[in-house]
C-alpha cells in the first residue's frame, strides 16, 4: 500500500533507501547502517513529506554510528523557483536531524550536485560520506559540480604535506602512505627526528621553514629533480599565538600570518609557476571553524584561516581550466599537541559544543585529506569541508 501512495506520488527514489556500505579498501571501516535519500525530486509540500516519511521510517532502523546522506540539487542553478526553494529546504532537515542523531554518533550530510551528472559520478564522495572515514563530519552540505571524476587511486600520486611531522600532518601522511602513495614531509629542519618513525621506502623528509624563500624555493627543486610533479599539495603547516587584539605584539601577529598564510600562497603559486602541480592536481588547505566562526584572543590566527577558505574559492575558478582542484579542510576541536596547550575547561566545553558531543582525532582529518586528494573528487573544487563533529560554532 505504502509503495502504490509513493509510486502515485512519482517519488521512488531512483536508489535505494537503505544500503549496505561496501567497505573501503582494507575492510576496516565497514558501517552497515547507511541510509541515502535521493531528494533532487522534491519540488512541492508532498514530495517533502515523503522525504519525512522516509527519514522517519528510515532511521529508526540506524543503529548507533549510522550514516545518513540525503543528496539535493544545488538550489542556486535551479530555475524553476519552488524546485529550488524545496531543495533548499533539505539543508534545514539535514542540519537539524545531525544535532539530533549526533549523541548516538551517527552523522548526517547533504550533497548538493550540479544537476546535469549521474550519481554514479559522486561514487567516491558517497563512499566517504557512509563510511566509518567520515566519523567526525556531521551536519554539513557539500558543494560538488559536474566534472567528471578521474579514474584512479592515489597509489601513483606525488603527494607533499607542509608540517607533515606534526599531528594532523603526521596522521595524513600515514592515511596516503597507507594508500601506497610517495609522500613528501615539508617540515621544519629540526623536525627531522620527529619525523623519522614515518619514513619509509615511499615517505621522505624535506626540511624547510616555508617561511623562507630560498628554503622554500629549494625544496620545490628537491622535489622537482627526485619526484617530478606534486599531484597533491596539502597546506598544513600552522600555528597559534594566541592574545586579544587590543594585547596582542606585534610579532604574534608577524609570525601567525607569514606562517599560516603568506607561506602558504607563496609555496602554492611557485609550485604552479614551475608547471610542479599537473592536471589532475590537488591543493588543499588547512582552515579551521574559527577561521568561520571567530575566536576569542585569535585574530591574527582567523584572520589567515578565513583567507585560506578566500584562496581556495577564489582560486578555484582559475585552476578549473587547467584540471587542479583547490580545495579546504576546516577542522573543529582536534586532540593534538597543539591543542594541549589550551585551558582543560575550555578543552571541555569544546567537546560539548558539537552535535557528537566529542573531540576529534587527527585521523579525522586525514581521512578527509585523502578524500578530497582522490582523483574521484574532481567535482569538489572551491569548498571548504568542516571535519568539526558538528560544532555549534559557526554553524
Ligand atoms: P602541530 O603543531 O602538531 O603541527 C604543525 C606543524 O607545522 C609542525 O610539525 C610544525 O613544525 C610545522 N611548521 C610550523 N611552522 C613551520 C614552518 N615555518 N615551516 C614548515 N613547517 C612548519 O599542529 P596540528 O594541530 O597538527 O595543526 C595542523 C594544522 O591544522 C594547522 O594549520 C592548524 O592551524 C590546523 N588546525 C588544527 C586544529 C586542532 O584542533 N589541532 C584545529 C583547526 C585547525
Redesign the pocket.
Known amino acids: 500500500m505504502k509503495e502504490k501512495i509513493l509510486a502515485l506520488l512519482g517519488f521512488p527514489p531512483p536508489t535505494p533507501l537503505i544500503k549496505t556500505y561496501t567497505p573501503w579498501k582494507d575492510g576496516t571501516q565497514k558501517v552497515e547502517n547507511a541510509l541515502i535519500v535521493d531528494c533532487r525530486d522534491v519540488k512541492n509540500e508532498a514530495d517533502l513529506k515523503v522525504v519525512f516519511n522516509q527519514l522517519q521510517e528510515g532511521v529508526k532502523s540506524i543503529k548507533s554510528n549510522g550514516k545518513v546522506l540525503i543528496y539535493s540539487f544545488q538550489p542556486e542553478l535551479i530555475e524553476d523557483s519552488a524546485h529550488s526553494t524545496f531543495q533548499r529546504s533539505l539543508e534545514g532537515i539535514s542540519r537539524s536531524l545531525a544535532k539530533e542523531l549526533g549523541g548516538r554518533g551517527t552523522t548526517v550530510n547533504l550533497v548538493k550536485i550540479a544537476s546535469d551528472l549521474d550519481l554514479t559520478d559522486y561514487q567516491v564522495t558517497e563512499d566517504f560520506f557512509t563510511s566509518g572515514r567520515s566519523a567526525f563530519i556531521t551536519g554539513q552540505a557539500l558543494i560538488a559540480n559536474d566534472e567528471i571524476p578521474r579514474p584512479g587511486d592515489l597509489s601513483d600520486k606525488i603527494c607533499v604535506v607542509?608540517?607533515?611531522?606534526?599531528?594532523?600532518?603526521s596522521a595524513t601522511v600515514q592515511r596516503l602512505a597507507a594508500e601506497g602513495a610517495t609522500v613528501i614531509i615539508?617540515?621544519?629542519p629540526q623536525?627531522d627526528e620527529?619525523a623519522k618513525p614515518l619514513l619509509s621506502d615511499k615517505v621522505s623528509f624535506m626540511g624547510?621553514?616555508?617561511?623562507n624563500e630560498t628554503a622554500r624555493k629549494q625544496l620545490l627543486n628537491d622535489i622537482k629533480e627526485k619526484h617530478g610533479r606534486i599531484d597533491v599539495l596539502i597546506n598544513?603547516?600552522?600555528?597559534?599565538r594566541d592574545k586579544t587584539l587590543k594585547n596582542m605584539p606585534e610579532h604574534y601577529w608577524d609570525q601567525v600570518i607569514a606562517?599560516?598564510l603568506t607561506?602558504v600562497i607563496a609555496l602554492t603559486e611557485e609550485a604552479l609557476e614551475m608547471g610542479l602541480i599537473p592536471d589532475g592536481g590537488r591543493i588543499i588547505g588547512?582552515?579551521?571553524?574559527?577561521g568561520i566562526a571567530g575566536n576569542f584572543g585569535q585574530t591574527n590566527?582567523t584572520a589567515t584561516?578565513a583567507a585560506l577558505i578566500g584562496y581556495a574559492a577564489s582560486k578555484s575558478k582559475e585552476l578549473k581550466t587547467k584540471g587542479i582542484t583547490i580545495n579546504a579542510i576546516?577542522?573543529?576541536?582536534?586532540?593534538?599537541?597543539?591543542?594541549k596547550t589550551m585551558p582543560l575547561m575550555t578543552r571541555i566545553f569544546a567537546e560539548r559544543l558539537t552535535s557528537l558531543a566529542q573531540a576529534?582525532k587527527?585521523e579525522d582529518?586525514a581521512e578527509a585529506m585523502a578524500f578530497l586528494a582522490h582523483p574521484g573528487a574532481q567535482n569538489i573544487n572551491g569548498q571548504v569541508l568542516r571535519v568539526c563533529g558538528g560544532s555549534f560554532l559557526g554553524a
Open positions: 607542509t608540517g607533515g611531522a606534526g599531528g594532523i600532518g615539508a617540515d621544519i623536525m620527529r624547510a621553514d616555508l617561511t598544513n603547516a600552522g600555528i597559534t606562517i599560516n607561506a588547512t582552515s579551521s571553524i574559527s590566527y584561516k576546516a577542522p573543529g576541536y582536534i586532540e593534538t599537541e597543539m591543542v576529534g587527527p582529518i
